[in-house]
Structures are given as C-alpha cells and as structure tokens.
C-alpha cells in the first residue's frame, strides 16, 4: 500500500512539473523572452554589472555563478544573455532595457510558485517535495525567507538573520508564525523557546523527503520523538486516527501535557453520549459524578493496549 501510495506522489509531482523543470515549471516569459538568445555566462556580466557580481562571488552562490559548469548564473534568472550583449556591443548609446532579458519588473510580477521555479532549477534535487509543502502551497516562495540571496538585501524586507540559516533559528520563523510564537510562551509548551527543540524538527520547511509529513503521516512526525505512544496496539484508541492535535495543542497549551482540554472535558468531546452519564453499556455516574473520578484513573492507556479493548482499565 505503501508503494502505491509513493507512485502516485511520484506521478503527481511528474505532473506538476518536478520531473523537468527546465521543460515545465520555468515561468513562460523564461522562454519567450529573447528565444533564439544562448547562455554566455556570468562572467561576462561582470563586463558591464560590478555590483550584482561581486555581491554573488561574495556570497554562498559563488561556486553555482562563477564556477559551476552546470549552473546558469546570472542567466538562470534573467535568461540567456547573449542577445542583450551583442545588443550593448552594438549600440554605444545603450540605455533602456532593450527587452532581450527578463527585467527585475519581470520577476517582481512572477507569482511564487514561479519565483521558486528558477531556485529549483539548481535545487530540485536538494528539495524534492517542496511542491507538497504548506509554503508551497500557500503562496510563500524561496524569495520570501531568503532575500538575501538576491543581489543586495530589499529595503522592505522583513529578514531580520542570516537568511541561509533561517531555520536554524526559530525566530525567523515567528516573524511570519505570530500566532504560534505566542503558544510557545504559555505555561506547557514544547522546548523550543528553550532551544532544545527547532522548528525544523517537526515541520519540513522545503519538504525534505525523508521527514515529509506527506510520506510519513501527521503522527509519525511526533512519534519520532514519542516512540512509546505508537504501538502498535492490539487494541488502539480509535482517536489516534483523527491524529494527535485532536487531543494535543503541538506549540503550547495552558493544560500538562500540552493537552486542549483538562480534566474530562477532553474525553467529553467524543465519548458524551446521554445525560445518564451512559459510556458504552455502563453507567458512570458513580464513579463521575460522585466520585469525582477522572476517566483516565481506570482507563489509563489512553493511547492503547494490548490487554484490554477498554484501554486496560483497573479492577476495584
């Protein structure tokens, strides 16, 4: 099963365009703009371009523009240049943008999707899934968390570290993740203000294969931590399916063990049946309602059991 399950990604990203980029995912103006251009390098951009240049030989795509000899550079932006530098050769009084390169304006209009097109053109094979990612698939692009790595960092930009090792450091992410940097700080929370935990642990920021959520399952990704609660059970709590946030606040919670709800209250939440107090077949309000009893003092193995089909509750 799981084998079909991982053909059919493979198909679905086929057609989504990861197998090629070059063929399928580049913007469209990629390949009209200047169509009979070919690639003359980065280096002879440095003929014209001082600043764009010395920013990349400084930078961490020095080896990528200057020397690779499968990278495109410069070009693998802008486009093949050799048009737009027969054209500047040509012309002494060279000013405007001849429209025989894709322009920064150009690039500003690509959506994110496209944007993050060019960086797989290099980095398909590092990040695979990205397609699959919440980024992705929520409009965040490369150029959102790494803009740095294009010529000079923009005035705008809300980039506040070292971008390349922006998920190192969970603070880059809260710029964005507002909601999630504030459950961190109540009472119950997993270590990560402590630094003993990163984002990164949990989440698949580019869709790294082996982590992926969509080849693993949303449980795997906290049973890698939590091996104990995985079983597998012969009698399994069928809430497991649902997934563990259905009992479990992932970030931060006001309740132990980062649960949602204290007390019954969360085990009300799918085992309320009547007023009478009925679970199952049998009545609790005895043990409820006058003994004030949690629902976990008898069944305790509230994950599963291989004993007993009602979690392995005790005998009095």
Not at 148 to 173: F, G, K
Not at 250 to 271: E, F, R, T, W
Request: charged residues 20%.
């Amino acid at each position: 099963m799981q084998r079909v399950c991982l053909m059919a990604l493979g198909l679905a990203l086929v057609g989504a365009g990861c197998a090629d980029p070059h063929e399928t995912v580049l913007p469209q103006i990629m390949k009209e703009r200047a169509p009979q251009a070919v690639a003359v390098g980065s280096v002879s951009c440095s003929d014209c371009h001082t600043k764009e240049p010395n920013f990349y030989k400084g930078g961490y795509h020095r080896e990528a523009f200057f020397h690779s000899a499968t990278s495109g550079g410069c070009e693998s932006c802008h486009g093949k240049g050799s048009v737009h530098s027969n054209y500047f050769y040509d012309n002494e009084d060279y000013e405007d943008d001849p429209h025989d390169l894709v322009g920064i304006e150009d690039l500003a209009a690509l959506t994110a999707g496209e944007k993050s097109a060019l960086c797989q053109q290099c980095h398909q094979a590092d990040f695979p899934l990205w397609p699959t990612t919440d980024h992705a698939t929520n409009q965040v692009g490369c150029w959102d968390c790494h803009p740095e790595d294009l010529h000079t960092r923009p005035a705008n930009s809300i980039a506040v570290l070292p971008v390349m090792h922006a998920q190192s450091d969970d603070a880059y992410c809260g710029q964005c993740h507002e909601s999630v940097s504030a459950e961190f700080e109540l009472q119950y929370h997993h270590r990560v203000p402590e630094g003993q935990m990163m984002c990164a642990d949990c989440h698949p920021i580019h869709g790294e294969s082996l982590s992926s959520a969509v080849i693993q399952g949303r449980n795997e990704t906290c049973q890698d931590c939590h091996p104990e609660v995985q079983g597998p059970w012969v009698y399994e709590h069928l809430g497991m399916e649902e997934g563990c946030e259905v009992c479990h606040s992932p970030h931060g919670s006001v309740n132990d063990k980062l649960l949602i709800a204290n007390d019954n209250s969360i085990c009300y939440q799918c085992h309320y049946q009547d007023p009478g107090s009925f679970f199952g077949k049998q009545p609790h309000d005895p043990a409820l309602l006058g003994a004030g009893a949690l629902c976990y003092d008898c069944h305790f193995q509230v994950h599963g059991s291989n004993t007993n089909r009602s979690l392995n509750p005790r005998r009095f």
